[in-house]
């Protein structure tokens, strides 16, 4: 039981919006030393993904079931852990994620709060990734800008240049819901959802996983150096794969710690 219940937080596969939270932390860490607060950052974090990858898979059963890669990945789909357990055991990580942020500020919790909730929302009814426009504009939020700002209000202050990173994290979590809708287009489209991508059609979804991910890599650098935004837009006239992608914007995201933590 404990196993499917682990296995149902899906950890491993929400390393990188783990990863959104800690690039906040790190970069103001020089600013407020407390690695008590930090710690209970990390730890509010990791339940905080560990919740919304949760839930997710106990509204997602209908779609999973029919998809043999996202099956195994959730126990609820294949018989390991019923809903009713999967269910409560999401609320008990969300509370727990809850009790380490009263720990912190109370705009850090007030974040915290409000990304369970989104979370929530994006996966039980009313089931926002079921609805074309806010399953994009939703997971940008929750799982992109939101988790980044989390980690960045640790010092009690969000800077031009967080929002900034946070936004460029917004733009980059659109093409990565883009890319997970494609991804399970087929499920999708058996199970009768009406996702971004099954409504606008593929082909858009494809261009605009690019115009997204471009967004994202010009602001990253832009705010490097304003002459080198331009440089951003080279993508949108070249055909990469979304895993070079994928290693350019967390280049630019370490690279953004790096210059924070040198006092650059």
Do not use: W
């Amino acid at each position: 039981m404990l196993g499917a219940v682990i296995k149902n937080t899906r950890i491993i596969d929400g390393k990188s919006f783990i990863g959104m939270g800690l690039l906040g932390l790190v970069m103001n860490l020089t600013y407020n030393p407390n690695f008590k607060g930090a710690f209970m950052v990390l730890i509010s974090l990791i339940l905080y993904v560990a919740y919304a990858f949760a839930v997710n898979n106990c509204f997602d059963v209908d779609t999973d079931s029919i998809n043999p890669l996202k099956r195994n990945k959730n126990p609820i789909a294949n018989g390991e852990l019923g809903f009713r357990m999967g269910i409560l055991s999401s609320v008990a990580i969300a509370v727990l994620g809850i009790l380490f942020a009263a720990f912190l500020s109370y705009g850090e919790l007030l974040i915290y709060v409000s990304m369970i909730m989104l979370a929530t929302l994006y996966s039980a009814p009313p089931r926002l990734k079921a609805q074309p426009i806010l399953d994009v504009l939703s997971h940008g939020i929750f799982f992109g800008a939101m988790p980044f700002l989390y980690g960045a209000y640790f010092d009690g202050v969000l800077t031009k240049y967080e929002v900034a990173i946070g936004a460029a994290l917004l733009f980059y979590s659109f093409s990565m819901e883009l890319r997970n809708h494609l991804e399970d287009y087929e499920s999708d489209l058996k199970a009768n959802l009406k996702t971004t991508p099954i409504v606008i059609g593929k082909s858009l979804s494809e261009k605009l996983v690019v115009v997204f991910s471009t967004l994202s890599i010009a602001l990253l650098l832009a705010v490097l150096d304003v002459p080198f935004g331009v440089l951003g837009v080279m993508f949108l006239g070249i055909r990469v794969n979304y895993r070079t992608l994928d290693a350019v914007v967390v280049f630019l995201l370490i690279l953004h710690a790096l210059r924070t933590l040198l006092g650059a």
